[in-house]
C-alpha cells in the first residue's frame, strides 16, 4: 500500500529517489510531438525522465530478480506521446546491484522537468511502500472451459458480493506479479523471438498518488525472461 512520506534513495518506493549510478547519464525523452496539456505547448526537445517505481528485492521477495540483481527500477516520461500505442509514459526499465551502484557512487543531482514539461496525470509523487501479497485469479485470461466449469461458483461470489467477478479475480492497484487487470480486451505482448512476456507490474490510477491517468486504467509492464537481455513491454488500459 503506498502512504505519503519522504522515501530514501535506498527505500522502496512508487516516485521517490532512485538509487542511480554517478557513472550512468539519467535518462531522458525526446520523443519528438510528446507534448503537455493544458496549451497543448510543445516542450523544448527533450525532457528528463521520472521515477515512479523503485523496489528492493527485499521488500518483495516473491518477485524473482535476475541473477546479481536485487533492485528494480521504472521510470517514464511524463509527457503525453500521440504517437505511442499507450500515449503516455514510454516506461524504462532497469535492474541493478545495489552493491554495485553504492560502489560506483550514487548520483546526486537528478534532474527534474520545468514547468510545461510535464502532464500532472504522470507525475507520482513520493509514496513509500509496504507490499502485501494477494492471492489473484484471471479474469478475462481465464479460459474458456475453466469459465464454464467454474461459472456456478462465479455466479454465487457474484451475488455474494454484489459485483463482476472481473472485478473479484484480480486488484487493480499497484502490484507487482498477478494478472493484468484488464479493463479491456486482454493484449499480452510478445518479445521479439515470439515468447509470451509475463506481468511483472502495474502502476495504476489511484487518488494518494495524484495520478488519474486516463479512466480507472493503468499502465502494465511485461518482462521476458527466456530472452537473455529481458526485453520489457508495455501496454495502457483504461
Ligand atoms: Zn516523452
Ligand atoms: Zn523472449
Known amino acids: 500500500m503506498p502512504k505519503s512520506g519522504t522515501p530514501g534513495v535506498r527505500e522502496s518506493s512508487l516516485g521517490g529517489p532512485m538509487l542511480w549510478p554517478s557513472d550512468e547519464p539519467w535518462p531522458f525523452c525526446g520523443q519528438p510531438g510528446h507534448w503537455a496539456p493544458p496549451d497543448g505547448r510543445n516542450p523544448a526537445g527533450t525532457v528528463p525522465m521520472v521515477p515512479v517505481v523503485q523496489l528492493f528485492a527485499r521488500d518483495v521477495p516473491e518477485l524473482t530478480f535476475p541473477e546479481g540483481m536485487d533492485v528494480l527500477q521504472l521510470v517514464w516520461c511524463p509527457l503525453i506521446h500521440p504517437e505511442d500505442q499507450a500515449c503516455a509514459a514510454l516506461p524504462r526499465l532497469y535492474w541493478r546491484s545495489e552493491a554495485d551502484v553504492l560502489g560506483a557512487g550514487v548520483l546526486r543531482t537528478v534532474p527534474a522537468p520545468q514547468e510545461g514539461e510535464f502532464e500532472e496525470e504522470f507525475m507520482p509523487s513520493p509514496c513509500t511502500v509496504s507490499p502485501i501479497s494477494v492471492v489473484e485469479y484471471p479474469n478475462w485470461d481465464l479460459p474458456q472451459d475453466l469459465r464454464q466449469t467454474l461459472q456456478p461458483r462465479i455466479d454465487e461470489l457474484e451475488e455474494r458480493f454484489g459485483t463482476d467477478y472481473a472485478l473479484l479475480a484480480c486488484a487493480l492497484q499497484n502490484k507487482i506479479g498477478g494478472y493484468p ?43 521476458c525472461r527466456q530472452c537473455p537481455e529481458l526485453p520489457y513491454a508495455h501496454r495502457y488500459d483504461c
Open 181 to 223: 487487470a484488464w479493463n479491456q480486451k486482454p493484449d499480452w505482448p510478445d518479445c521479439a523471438r515470439g515468447h509470451r512476456m509475463e506481468h511483472l507490474l502495474s502502476i495504476t490510477a489511484e487518488d494518494d498518488l495524484d495520478m488519474v491517468m486516463g479512466d480507472l486504467g493503468g499502465i502494465y509492464v511485461f518482462l
